[in-house]
């Protein structure tokens, strides 16, 4: 039950927090460091109080004993030392010099006094105490003072009521305190007032524009205008400008890329199915015995079947996402099973296919992702050697890798006619790196895309023949 209490107060501190805003929090935390900073300087000044107010009654005093040490035989009447008494509003003083002692009282000493304050060694922190217990403790017996004397006077000892003390103490922290509050006030106000204006009032439009633009980010006429002002908020309205209008523009560019990959999308669909009427249309033709048509209807089919590869591609990549990669520790060698079995894509230049991994080398990858990429770079080089050949010796598509540290590195190389420079540039970019006549350039695209899921890279290295890929494979930290 205790807990449950606990539990729904602090709930209620919090909900009280949350309907406080940052004026009202800057208020208290003003108000009450003001408080703090008053409460460090009343704690001397009442102690520094009550110091002058017992030296005030030690002078007095003083004046008294003079008037005793000039008295006929030191003695004086009643009624004088009455008068005496009452002026310094002490029941007795006590003077000692040329090693006499003399007394002024008019009743007997008391038997005890409560405290014994001597003004002539009391430090800050004895002067503190005594001014607490004086507040905190009103105490019935007397209260002993010893101070300085004066022209032969060695000291000066007094016994005061400490009532009147106390009363004139608690008037003076009164009046610390209506000023304390007066000043706490006046200075939570003004720096109120400032906060308010100088960071309360331009946060809350920053807030505001945030919440209208987000409402619309590619209306540009919601963006904040920065104002006069060189410090931080300064800083900050400038740069979500700069922010919101980067954003628009980005959006703006690609909503319209949007509308336009949907155009195409819907071209390419139907374009396919033109294609594909024209290629069932085209395929009559190769039973046709005309030479001519004999001649010209191979390379029309090829033709077609190119351009229907392409639309296909171009809508498989504007609707394809890739999952996230699924990595794990796996064996590089079963990886390649596909990829050693893409030799006959080239029948006519006999290409051979190298595994050359070391045995029981794994890698941290998405098996099926890692067998796409491999598949693509060894389908390219096929079919490269098989258009333009070998550029030196018998065409060979090796595969090579090694563990270095806590990295993969797979090499897939050839010896095939490399890559035209045009190709190199935008080489894993899609529908514009393709290596070969009737490229689209997406299959590069997707395996860059594929390695740098499973947080790797993907590129092509400087040979001084054919081409040379290189995949780098880190392993997961931890």
Known sequence: MHWADDAASQGGIRRLAGRIGLSGRLLLLTVVFVLIAEVLIYVPSVASYRRSWLSDRVAAAQVAALVLDAAPQQRVSDDLARRLLMGVGAQAIALKAGGA????????????????????????????????????????????????????????????????????MIAFSGRILVASLAISGITAGLVFLVLQLSIVRPVRRLARNIATFAEDPEDLSRRISPS??????????????????????????KRRLADLGLSVSKINHELRNLLTTAQLLVDRLEHVADPGVQRVAPRLVATLGRAIRYCEGTLAYGRAAEPPAERRMTPLRPILRDALDLAGLAPGAAVT???????????????GQLSRVLVNLVRNAVQAIGLAGASDGSPIVAIEAERIGAAVTILVSDNGPGLPERA???????????????????????????????????????????????????????
């Open 101 to 168: 002692r003399r007394l002024l009282n008019l009743t007997p000493m008391p038997p005890e006094v409560g405290e014994t304050v001597d003004l002539r060694e009391a430090g800050w922190g004895e002067s503190i105490g005594g001014a607490w217990r004086t507040l905190t403790r009103a105490d019935p017996l007397p209260l002993r003072v010893v101070g300085h004397g004066m022209e032969g006077v060695d000291f000066v000892e007094l016994i005061l009521d400490p009532a009147p003390l106390r009363r004139a």
């Open 228 to 253: 006069w002002r060189s410090d931080e908020i300064g800083a900050a309205e400038t740069a979500l400008a700069r922010m919101e209008t980067i954003l628009s523009d980005e959006l703006r560019q």
């Open 353 to 367: 296919i190298e595994d050359r991994t070391p045995e029981g080398l794994s890698v941290d990858a998405d098996p």
């Open 424 to 478: 190199r540039t935008h080489l894993f970019e899609a529908f514009q790196g393709a290596g070969r006549s009737g490229g689209t350039g997406l299959g590069l695209a997707i395996a860059a895309e594929l390695v740098r899921l499973n947080g790797g890279t993907l590129s092509l290295d400087e040979t001084r023949t054919g081409a040379r890929f290189r995949i780098v494979l880190p392993d997961r930290e931890g």
